[in-house]
């Protein structure tokens, strides 16, 4: 049986841990199979339009920005998905082993991360820290939390 491990990117220095991690920890080790996941931020607040309903011309062009946006997402995606290859395949990981998937936000990232964890059946997640600011003086962040919390069945780990 094969070892699942899902990364979870989003272009952090954290996020690129857990590849290093990965690349070197289980790049050797036979039938391990990695799937790199990013979860698609929602749309920054600008795009939204506040409650009122836009004229023909105002949809358009926010059609047109929003397209931008989703294409500069994408290529960001793409640039981090082939560094994050060819760092994995150095380390001994065969091409055919690694995966991506790109997914919307669909409730929240974490959820958004349990869900693709479950689905794919996957053994192991591997994440950055981002420990959360502020006073509270927590030692990871709310998204890693909240899929420790919440996975069952799965391994978590998390890098810093």
Not at 60 to 71: F, I, L, T
Not at 103 to 128: C, H, N, W, Y
């Amino acid at each position: 049986m094969a070892h699942k491990i899902l990364i979870t990117l989003d272009g952090s220095a954290e996020a690129w841990q857990a590849v290093e991690y990965v690349a070197d920890v289980f790049a050797r080790t036979p039938g391990v199979q990695v799937t790199l996941l990013h979860v698609q931020p929602g749309l920054p607040g600008e795009f939204l339009a506040h409650g009122r309903i836009l004229s023909e011309p105002e949809a358009a062009k926010m059609g047109r920005v929003m397209a931008e946006w989703e294409r500069d997402q994408k290529q960001r995606w793409q640039a981090l998905v082939g560094r994050a290859r060819r760092r994995l395949g150095q380390a001994g990981l065969a091409e055919s082993a690694i995966r991506e998937r790109f997914r919307p936000k669909d409730l929240s990232v974490a959820e958004t991360i349990i869900e693709e964890a479950k689905r794919g059946q996957f053994s192991t997640i591997v994440m950055g820290r981002r420990a959360a600011s502020g006073p509270s003086g927590r030692l990871l962040g709310s998204v890693s939390n909240r899929v420790i919390q919440s996975i069952r069945g799965c391994a978590v780990t998390i890098v810093e």
